[in-house]
């Protein structure tokens, strides 16, 4: 049988890294060749995070990132394909989602901005690249995320039964599936909010196992007025970013409760937030599942695991029960859709992110020199 091999690269919101996925889908059950993290180098890394936290955007800065980051990606990808003793011309494709700087879907022209040029990756490795994966959806009139629920159909709905898939990374966002049905939505930060506090604080670039917040204790007057914020009440189809909750959006908070707060307290209470709000939505589905599974690296923060459990009354686990690594699960998407794309494959994408017609997920970006 002809191979079928495709190349999916993910960076999400945290932009703690770079998810390197090789599938071969040449048969019914895809087939993974291989998986790979790739550091992102410390100064392009604190540049982006500036960037996605910047209320304006320094225009030639953006073209530099876009510039060093679909190098940096080229080079992972050359990397991935040698350490693999794979030949680049079996290569079908390659699915690059970016470095989301900005996801603005609620504005007067709406956009959802990421970089990394997937033309600088295509011309540099001589393979048609998928990227840009969000801008049609909103052309349609969808908020352009999540995009991965349609994956999770694909790859884990089950026959008579409605199954949760939970994704947290820098935002959080949950798949609702059955083979009936497909419906999904950001139910607010993930690890975004723990992070920055973090950085802030000196402890690092995340709280490992969730340990700071466990020392601390749970604001409740905080707690109350950050859920208080608009965009948990809303309804579906409902996107977010890092560039709304981010350090501005926590100074405003802490600002606005004017108590004396102790650091740990206010992590404790960060991990609350993302395990109230994701726990309110869960909530909310009638007729699921009793398991839940998680992905993302959300799920290496045992804390808030635990936190989340308490509020959901379901077994929790990762989508490993299901046979996918949850480390990698996003980059292994890319790689599918970058084959739905280039097989021609539209979608619906009502339920989710809301657009009004079926549309193509990515553009196409052939070699060009
Ligand atoms: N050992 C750990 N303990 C706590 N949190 C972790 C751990 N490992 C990873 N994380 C969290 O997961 C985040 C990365 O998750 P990821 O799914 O890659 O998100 P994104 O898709 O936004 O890049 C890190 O920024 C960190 O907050
Ligand atoms: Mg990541």
């Not at 560039?243 to 650091?263: K, R, T």
């Not at 990762?318 to 996918?324: D, F, H, K, R």
Request: charged share 25%.
């Amino acid at each position: 049988m002809v191979d079928s091999i495709y190349i999916g690269l993910m960076t999400g919101t945290s932009a703690d890294s770079l998810d390197c996925a090789a599938v071969n889908f040449s048969k019914k059950e895809m087939n993974i060749i291989g998986l790979k993290n790739y550091d992102i180098p410390n100064a392009l890394r604190q540049k982006i995070q500036e960037s996605s936290q910047a209320l304006e955007l320094n225009q030639s800065l953006i073209k530099d990132l876009d510039i060093k980051l679909g190098n940096f990606f080229s080079e992972s990808i050359k990397d991935l394909i040698k350490t693999l003793s794979l030949d680049k011309n079996q290569v079908s494709g390659i699915g690059s989602h970016g470095q989301t700087i900005k996801h603005e879907p609620n504005a007067e022209n709406p956009y959802s901005m990421q970089i990394g040029d997937p033309q600088l990756i295509s011309n540099n490795l001589g393979i048609k690249t998928v990227g840009r994966f969000r801008d049609d959806d909103i052309l349609a009139g969808g908020q352009g995320a999540p995009i991965s629920p349609v994956f999770h159909r694909e790859v884990f709905a089950q026959t008579g039964e409605k199954r949760l898939i939970v994704n947290i990374g820098g935002i959080t966002n949950i798949s609702v599936i059955s083979d009936q049905e497909i419906m999904g939505f950001d139910t607010g930060p993930g690890n975004c909010l723990m992070d920055t506090w973090c950085r802030k604080n000196l402890k690092g670039d995340f709280d490992d196992e969730g340990n700071w917040a466990k020392s601390g204790e749970v604001n409740k007057t905080l707690l109350d007025f950050m859920i208080d914020d608009n965009y948990f009440k809303k309804e579906h189809p409902k996107s977010t970013g890092p560039d709304y909750f981010n350090e501005s959006w926590l100074l405003n908070c802490i600002n606005e409760v004017d108590q004396d707060l102790n650091a740990n307290d206010v992590q404790a209470t960060l991990a609350e937030l993302t395990a109230l709000s994701l726990s309110m939505s869960l909530n909310e589905i009638e007729d699921v599942s009793e398991k839940v599974y998680f992905c993302g690296g959300g799920t290496h923060n045992l804390h808030l695991l635990k936190r989340i459990n308490l509020k959901i009354k379901k077994t929790c686990l990762t989508t490993q029960e299901l046979g996918i690594d949850p480390d990698y699960l996003e980059a292994i998407c890319f790689a599918w859709l970058a084959k739905q794309r280039l097989d021609d494959r539209k979608f619906d994408m009502q339920n989710i992110t809301g657009s009004k017609k079926a549309v193509y997920l990515g553009r196409v970006f052939l070699p060009a020199i």
